[in-house]
């Protein structure tokens, strides 16, 4: 009775940090980048193939010059899109105005963000750097702060209210002018105040204060031990661990991989040593949460005819990553006689990219994100050459060799109870003693 | 007028999975259901429905769900083995139990 009871307040907690507005519309907002982030993951692959003949030919035909655009405006401007799209999100949770508070928020973010004269005199020059990777976490601020702020100011009705007989459209353009003006105002005074501390701004504050603090404490070794091991234990009492660890570490992993793949783009050295949650997919649950490739090809030997099915169903998702119908069919969660390798396969998979990364063998991943459902083996080999994919096939048989036994037992009952059943020859209704 | 169920997921990888089945099984037997899938948050853009099934990975949410939702619509959480088996047939029926066909 207690362990139940314990379960259910674990259930509770992780649907409460599931449904949680502000952790949700960071995720739903950044899965909206996902158009114009993978624009710029797919030209910088472009651009730096790293084959001698094909760099010259870019070199040669002036493509190289061409194909480094797309990249230095989505990827590099990063924190400009994702503060739009996080703050449409969080209004949409309030059913308020989406695009308004979006516009509010961009507005609120560049009014914090430094500019000055160009050298030719006559254009202004937004500190780009601050749009990029550097800007992230202050556009995740602003984006709920001031989404939050526009929504309370239209629920307290301060915005101008129109007579009957005027168009919508009017009261809805007369509606934003309240709300902007407050919040104006506020960005304005940050500002000023930030103008005069040795900061100069609040960018350079939040980055040096919150943002490098939190990406190298989130991207430390025991930071993705501690999530790898959370991630499965919640599995384990059929709660979506991946989901929720993601909700909560979005912001650092997203930081990280961003990081990563501004630095590959430039042809710098890589800062991190586990780029989020591109360095998880990659390695930590590969072919979905649990690592469950190994169990899912288990199946494909199966006696019984129960898993022999199950195995069909779901061999070729698994490879997608997509593992749904092996943890709940077979099922994985709450069942305590896979728990072991559910714990144990994902934290063996993270040890040692962890450490064969540390040491070299294995390089640092570059951070493209390659769209869930890419297939295992090219995304690895996307991220960082043919090292990486052949480590993900030793995963694969790691994963193999550690559910099999597991799986030989549990598939043997089953067998089992398949003959029984039939011999029984009143198969539907025979209830055998486990 | 057709009878629509609604299934609501996280991810919706798998319940698109799950939604074909289901799609085939009532093509098969002749029923004009419409069956489509959608996140937690867009539940309410995608109503009216006539019966809301939440994935397993969903079943937190139920009681949420069904505040949203109000009592005329029946809200169920589907059974784990059904949707991991992808058992278009079962999870069908189910639907159907509780729409009332």
Same mark, same amino acid.
């Given at each position: 009775m207690d362990k139940q009871n314990f379960r259910m307040k674990i259930q509770k907690f992780s649907g409460k940090i599931q449904s949680n507005k502000f952790l949700g519309s960071i995720s739903n907002g950044l899965m909206l980048t996902m158009s114009v982030l993978i624009i710029g993951s797919i030209f910088t692959l472009l651009d730096s193939i790293n084959i001698t003949a094909y760099q010259e030919f870019l070199q040669s035909t002036g493509l190289k010059s061409i194909l480094s655009i797309p990249p230095s405006v989505t990827v590099s401007l990063i924190s400009l899109y994702a503060v739009a799209t996080i703050s449409y999100s969080l209004a949409g949770k309030y059913n308020k105005d989406g695009l308004t508070a979006a516009l509010i928020s961009m507005m609120s973010f560049l009014l914090l963000t430094p500019m000055g004269l160009m050298e030719d005199g006559m254009s202004t020059g937004?500190?780009?750097?601050?749009?990029?990777?550097?800007?992230?976490?202050?556009?995740?601020?602003? /984006?709920?702060?001031?989404?939050?702020? +526009?929504?309370?100011?239209?629920? #307290?009705?301060?915005?101008? #209210?129109?007579? #009957?007989?005027?168009?919508?459209?009017?009261? #809805?353009?007369?509606?934003?002018?309240?709300?902007?003006?407050?919040? /104006?105002?506020?960005?304005? /005074?940050?500002?000023?105040?930030?103008?005069?501390?040795? +900061?100069?701004?609040?960018?350079?504050f939040i980055y040096s204060i919150l943002q490098v603090p939190l990406t190298n404490l989130g991207g430390s070794w025991w930071a993705f031990l501690a999530t790898t091991l959370i991630g499965s234990l919640?599995?384990?009492?059929?709660?979506?661990?991946?989901?929720?660890?993601?909700?909560?570490?979005?912001?650092?992993?997203?930081t990280l991989r961003l990081e990563n793949l501004s630095a590959y783009q430039a042809g710098l050295e890589l800062p991190h040593l586990a780029p989020g949650g591109v360095f998880q997919a990659t390695y930590i649950t590969i072919g979905g949460s649990g690592a469950t490739i190994g169990l899912a090809i288990a199946m494909l030997y199966a006696t019984s005819k129960r898993y022999k099915t199950l195995g069909k169903l779901a061999i070729l998702p698994s490879f997608l990553g997509i593992n749904e119908p092996i943890m709940f069919g077979f099922p994985v969660v709450l069942n305590p006689r896979l728990l072991i390798p559910l714990i144990a396969v994902p934290f063996i998979n993270v040890s040692l990219a962890l450490g064969l990364t540390a040491v070299g063998i294995l390089p640092r991943l570059a951070g493209i994100g390659s769209p869930l459902g890419t297939p295992m083996f090219i995304n690895g080999f996307i991220e960082g050459g043919w090292r990486v994919a052949v480590f993900q096939v030793i995963l694969v048989l790691i994963s193999f060799a550690i559910y099999y036994p597991f799986f030989k037992k549990i598939d043997v009952e089953a067998y089992n109870e398949e003959i029984n059943a039939e011999n029984a020859k009143e198969s539907e209704n025979v209830i055998l003693e486990n | 007028m057709a009878k629509k169920i609604l299934l609501v997921c996280a991810g919706g990888f798998s319940t698109s999975m799950l939604v074909e089945k289901m799609k085939e099984e009532a093509a098969s037997k002749g029923l004009e259901i419409i069956i489509d899938a959608c996140a937690e948050n867009a539940i309410e853009s995608n109503l009216p429905a006539d019966v809301i099934m939440l994935g397993p990975q969903m079943g937190h949410a139920e009681d949420g769900v069904k505040v949203k939702v109000g009592p005329q619509v029946p809200v169920t959480t589907i059974d784990m083995m059904d949707y991991g088996m992808m058992d278009g047939e079962k999870v069908l029926d189910a639907a159907k139990k509780l729409m009332g066909i």
């Amino acid at each position: 009775m207690d362990k139940q009871n314990f379960r259910m307040k674990i259930q509770k907690f992780s649907g409460k940090i599931q449904s949680n507005k502000f952790l949700g519309s960071i995720s739903n907002g950044l899965m909206l980048t996902m158009s114009v982030l993978i624009i710029g993951s797919i030209f910088t692959l472009l651009d730096s193939i790293n084959i001698t003949a094909y760099q010259e030919f870019l070199q040669s035909t002036g493509l190289k010059s061409i194909l480094s655009i797309p990249p230095s405006v989505t990827v590099s401007l990063i924190s400009l899109y994702a503060v739009a799209t996080i703050s449409y999100s969080l209004a949409g949770k309030y059913n308020k105005d989406g695009l308004t508070a979006a516009l509010i928020s961009m507005m609120s973010f560049l009014l914090l963000t430094p500019m000055g004269l160009m050298e030719d005199g006559m254009s202004t020059g937004i500190g780009t750097r601050w749009l990029g990777a550097p800007g992230f976490f202050v556009a995740v601020i602003i /984006a709920l702060l001031v989404s939050r702020l +526009y929504v309370l100011i239209v629920d #307290k009705e301060i915005y101008i #209210k129109m007579p #009957k007989g005027v168009p919508p459209t009017v009261e #809805k353009s007369f509606a934003s002018i309240v709300p902007g003006i407050i919040i /104006a105002t506020i960005m304005l /005074a940050l500002r000023g105040i930030f103008q005069t501390t040795d +900061y100069g701004n609040v960018h350079s504050f939040i980055y040096s204060i919150l943002q490098v603090p939190l990406t190298n404490l989130g991207g430390s070794w025991w930071a993705f031990l501690a999530t790898t091991l959370i991630g499965s234990l919640l599995w384990g009492i059929g709660i979506h661990g991946t989901m929720i660890v993601y909700s909560v570490m979005a912001p650092i992993w997203t930081t990280l991989r961003l990081e990563n793949l501004s630095a590959y783009q430039a042809g710098l050295e890589l800062p991190h040593l586990a780029p989020g949650g591109v360095f998880q997919a990659t390695y930590i649950t590969i072919g979905g949460s649990g690592a469950t490739i190994g169990l899912a090809i288990a199946m494909l030997y199966a006696t019984s005819k129960r898993y022999k099915t199950l195995g069909k169903l779901a061999i070729l998702p698994s490879f997608l990553g997509i593992n749904e119908p092996i943890m709940f069919g077979f099922p994985v969660v709450l069942n305590p006689r896979l728990l072991i390798p559910l714990i144990a396969v994902p934290f063996i998979n993270v040890s040692l990219a962890l450490g064969l990364t540390a040491v070299g063998i294995l390089p640092r991943l570059a951070g493209i994100g390659s769209p869930l459902g890419t297939p295992m083996f090219i995304n690895g080999f996307i991220e960082g050459g043919w090292r990486v994919a052949v480590f993900q096939v030793i995963l694969v048989l790691i994963s193999f060799a550690i559910y099999y036994p597991f799986f030989k037992k549990i598939d043997v009952e089953a067998y089992n109870e398949e003959i029984n059943a039939e011999n029984a020859k009143e198969s539907e209704n025979v209830i055998l003693e486990n | 007028m057709a009878k629509k169920i609604l299934l609501v997921c996280a991810g919706g990888f798998s319940t698109s999975m799950l939604v074909e089945k289901m799609k085939e099984e009532a093509a098969s037997k002749g029923l004009e259901i419409i069956i489509d899938a959608c996140a937690e948050n867009a539940i309410e853009s995608n109503l009216p429905a006539d019966v809301i099934m939440l994935g397993p990975q969903m079943g937190h949410a139920e009681d949420g769900v069904k505040v949203k939702v109000g009592p005329q619509v029946p809200v169920t959480t589907i059974d784990m083995m059904d949707y991991g088996m992808m058992d278009g047939e079962k999870v069908l029926d189910a639907a159907k139990k509780l729409m009332g066909i």
